[in-house]
């Protein structure tokens, strides 16, 4: 080993830690100033050999798990790349007592100094850990106190209505200018329209998501997979329609920035006209409206997804029992020798618990292929009438088209004569129904008669089927008429 070598093996490996907590050009300067001193300092001691500078900007204290270059000295601390690690202060290196203490102990376990300027203290010395202690659980308050401060002062912002304490990140449709204020990104607002468009035009949340994902409209974020949640979040927000209802959510701890939602735990401050609308305050309202329809029908007829229709089966989950409340489901009967016959039937069939149809009897067909003379005749059991139940009404495969298109043209021929009557409501207090009344008025001029069911029009016009004790269906239109 030469003498060069000998005295590099005797050098203390150095690394150095630093840390801002905000992007403000002030702590930049500092940021910037720390890193430069640390590299000075380490390089022209003849003592130290320099392992390299980890430095995190503008982040919080009290989360750990966000602190790239904390973790990626904890890393290179595992692997033996230094021996002793300098940062300027436990405030700077951490603010939650726990974990501060944690990664103190493991370091000193692999055997790696940790010295703290401003306290002049080093946790390989004796008095280190109990000193720490004590040093850690006042920054730790300090950090609650800054914590405390940091709402206070948001919160008195929310009060006076400053829009410019809302992050514009975390919804579709804004930008901030170089001022604060919220301005519409013209890009997504038009992806915002076309969700607005598209669930009132009968797409549920699902629907829209997947479509968005499949022709690759991109997210706020980057993101490549639009989920219903999302989708959910654009139709409720108030911001959409130029409104703000300030602190909806809140930190539950300051440690672990943990957020919940905002019910009732702190106060609410709801503005009107805080910025540009992307959608208007009527066609925002009629989305809400629609929303709540919606849950109404599915509780009502038990169903957890208003919205199972497709292309292939554009009934499905619109065909209700007058019975019982419950929808009807897609069938094939599956008899040997036959080829499957399609039809729909209540699905409580499944369960067996068909509400009985008041009046009326049921006696099942005998099994087709059954021996009419069989040699145990006497003794095999006679098919006896028996309550009927919602169940036993099958509806073929294809009535439910075939209804909606003969209820269809009749409208479109007699539509003159149910006109005066939608025009008067068209004026009412339900905005909701005179926003479908309108639609339809305009599909029946628009589209005239028709041969099959188009998807997008029964999606726009149809509310429910509904089967009676008899077979015979029901249109319910989505403006309230019932043919």
Same mark, same amino acid.
């Given at each position: 080993m030469t003498d060069q070598e000998e005295k590099n093996k005797k050098l203390t490996r150095v690394a150095a830690y630093c840390r801002v907590s905000s992007g403000s050009e002030e702590q930049r300067t500092s940021y910037n100033a720390q890193i430069q001193y640390y590299e000075r300092s380490i390089?022209?001691?003849?003592?130290?050999?320099?392992?390299? *500078?980890?430095?995190d900007e503008g982040i919080s204290g009290t989360a750990l798990k966000k602190r790239e270059a904390l973790?990626? @000295?904890? +890393? +290179?601390a595992r692997t033996g790349q230094m021996d002793m690690i300098i940062t300027k202060s436990l405030s700077r290196f951490g603010r939650n007592t726990l974990d501060c203490l944690n990664i103190i102990r493991e370091l000193k376990e692999l055997g790696i100094d940790l010295y703290f300027e401003k306290e002049d203290l080093h946790t390989m010395r004796s008095e280190g850990e109990f000193l720490l202690t004590l040093i850690a659980a006042?920054?730790?308050q300090e950090s609650l106190e800054q914590s405390e401060n940091v709402k206070w002062g948001i919160r008195r912002k929310y009060e006076a209505g400053n829009i410019k !304490?809302?992050?514009?990140?975390?919804? $579709?449709?804004? #930008? /901030? #200018? !170089?001022?604060?204020? @919220?301005?519409?990104?013209?890009? %997504?607002?038009?992806t915002v329209r076309r969700i607005y468009s598209d669930f009132l035009g009968g797409y549920?949340?699902? %629907?829209? =998501?997947?479509r968005l994902t499949n022709e690759k409209v991109p997210m706020t974020h980057g993101g490549k997979a639009w989920h219903a949640s999302h989708i959910m979040k654009v $139709?409720?927000?108030? /911001?959409i329609k130029g409104d703000t209802q300030f602190q909806k959510t809140y930190n539950v701890d300051y440690l672990t920035k943990r957020r919940a939602k905002n019910k009732g735990e702190l106060p609410q401050k709801y503005l009107e006209n805080t910025h540009p609308a992307i959608i208007d305050r009527k066609t925002w309202e009629i989305v809400q409206l629609e929303l709540l329809r919606q849950k109404h029908f599915s509780l009502e007829h038990f169903t957890d997804n208003y919205h199972w229709h497709s292309l292939e089966h554009p009934f499905s989950g619109k065909i209700i029992c007058a019975q019982c409340g419950h929808t009807y489901i897609h069938l094939s009967s599956k008899k040997k020798g036959e080829k499957p016959k399609e039809y729909w039937r209540c699905k409580t069939f499944f369960g067996r618990k068909g509400s009985p149809i008041t009046g009326k009897m049921y006696t099942p067909n005998a099994p087709k292929g059954r021996n009419p003379t069989p040699s145990n005749l006497r003794r095999r059991k006679k098919l006896e009438p028996r309550q009927m139940l919602c169940t036993d009404i099958r509806i073929d495969i294809e009535k439910p088209a075939e209804k909606f298109i003969r209820s269809w043209n009749h409208l479109v021929v007699k539509r003159d004569q149910y006109m005066a009557k939608w025009e008067g @409501? *068209? #004026?009412?207090? +339900? *905005? $909701? =129904?005179?926003?479908?009344?309108?639609? @339809?008025? !305009?599909l029946l001029a628009t589209t005239g008669c028709i041969d099959d069911v188009p998807y997008e029009l029964m999606l726009k016009t149809l509310s429910h089927i509904e089967v009676d004790s008899e077979g015979e269906l029901k249109l319910v239109f989505l403006a309230g008429l019932k043919i």
């Open positions: 390089r022209e001691n003849p003592e130290y050999t320099y392992a390299g *500078i980890y430095a973790n990626r @000295l904890m +890393d +290179d006042t920054a730790q !304490s809302i992050p514009s990140g975390k919804f $579709l449709g804004y #930008d /901030k #200018d !170089s001022e604060g204020e @919220l301005v519409i990104n013209e890009m %997504q607002a038009k549920g949340t699902y %629907q829209i =998501a997947n $139709l409720t927000n108030e /911001k @409501l *068209i #004026d009412g207090e +339900d *905005i $909701l =129904a005179s926003y479908r009344i309108k639609e @339809l008025m !305009s």
